[in-house]
C-alpha cells in the first residue's frame, strides 16, 4: 500500500513527531478509518501503515481490514488489560461489539472491562459497558450506574443521562434519577424517553 504527493509528505511530517504525540494521532487515524467512507478509508489505512510501526496493532489492523473478525476476537480475548491500551479505544470497541451481536455478552462485557483499564475516559467504553453490566448482571446496578456517570462526565447526551435515570431508579436513589431525567430534558425538551420516565417517578418525589 503505497502513497504518494500530499500522503507522502503528511507521512513524513507524523514520523517526525515525538512517540507520544504520533500515537495520539495513530488513535486518531484509527477512529476515522473506523466511520470512513470508502473513498477515505484507503488514504487513510495507507497512512495508518506507514506512520504505525508497532507490529501488534499492525497485525490487528490487518486482520480487520481483511474482515477476519471472529480471528481478531479471539487474539483479543487472552490480551493482558495493559496490551490492551496500545490499541485506540474504538478499534476495542468495535470488537467488542461485534462479539454482542454474535451472542458472546460475557466475552464483549469482559474484553470492555479490560479495555477501560487504559481506556477510562472514552466515552463509547463507558457507555457499552454501562448497558453490557446492566444486561449481563441485571442484579449490579451500583456498577452499571459508575459507568453511565463517568460517560455522561465526558460527553453530555440526552441517551446517557436518561440510561443514568433508569440505573439510579433501580437503586431507589429516586432524587438523583429525576436530576439525571431533568439533564436529559435540558439537552433536549423534547426527549420523550426522559419525560415520560420523569412522569412515573414523580407520585414518589411528591409522595
Same mark, same amino acid.
Given at each position: 500500500m503505497g502513497v504518494t504527493g500530499r500522503s507522502s509528505f503528511v507521512v513524513e511530517e507524523l $514520523? *517526525? &513527531? /515525538? /512517540? /507520544?504525540? +504520533?500515537?495520539?494521532? @495513530? +488513535? *486518531?487515524?484509527? +477512529?476515522?478509518? $473506523? =466511520?470512513?467512507? !470508502? !473513498?477515505?478509508?484507503?488514504? @487513510?489505512?495507507? &497512512?495508518?501503515?506507514? =506512520?504505525?510501526?508497532? !507490529? +501488534?496493532?499492525?497485525?490487528?489492523? #490487518?486482520? $480487520? %481490514?481483511?474482515? %477476519?473478525? !471472529?480471528? #481478531?476476537?479471539?487474539? #483479543?480475548?487472552? @490480551?493482558?488489560p495493559e496490551i490492551l491500551n496500545d490499541h485506540p479505544a474504538c478499534f476495542i470497541h468495535a470488537i467488542a461489539m461485534y462479539l454482542y451481536e454474535n451472542g458472546e455478552l460475557e466475552a464483549a462485557t469482559e474484553l470492555l472491562r479490560n479495555a477501560q483499564f487504559g481506556h477510562n475516559k472514552d466515552f463509547f467504553v463507558n457507555f457499552d459497558l454501562g448497558n453490557l453490566t446492566r444486561e449481563s448482571d441485571p442484579t449490579d446496578w451500583n456498577t452499571a450506574a459508575t459507568y453511565f456517570a463517568v460517560a455522561a462526565s465526558i460527553h453530555a447526551t440526552p441517551g446517557v443521562f436518561c440510561r443514568y435515570g433508569d440505573v439510579l431508579r433501580q437503586l431507589d436513589r429516586i432524587h438523583e434519577a429525576k436530576d439525571a431525567y431533568q439533564r436529559a430534558i435540558d439537552l433536549n425538551p423534547q426527549y420523550k424517553p426522559a419525560q415520560k420516565s420523569l412522569g412515573e417517578i414523580t407520585p414518589q418525589l411528591n409522595g
Open positions: $514520523m *517526525a &513527531l /515525538p /512517540p /507520544p504525540a +504520533r500515537k495520539f494521532v @495513530v +488513535r *486518531a487515524l484509527t +477512529r476515522w478509518c $473506523m =466511520c470512513a467512507s !470508502e !473513498e477515505e478509508k484507503q488514504t @487513510v489505512q495507507s &497512512l495508518l501503515h506507514h =506512520c504505525d510501526r508497532d !507490529e +501488534r496493532r499492525t497485525a490487528c489492523r #490487518l486482520q $480487520m %481490514e481483511n474482515g %477476519e473478525v !471472529e480471528a #481478531l476476537a479471539d487474539r #483479543l480475548r487472552t @490480551v493482558k
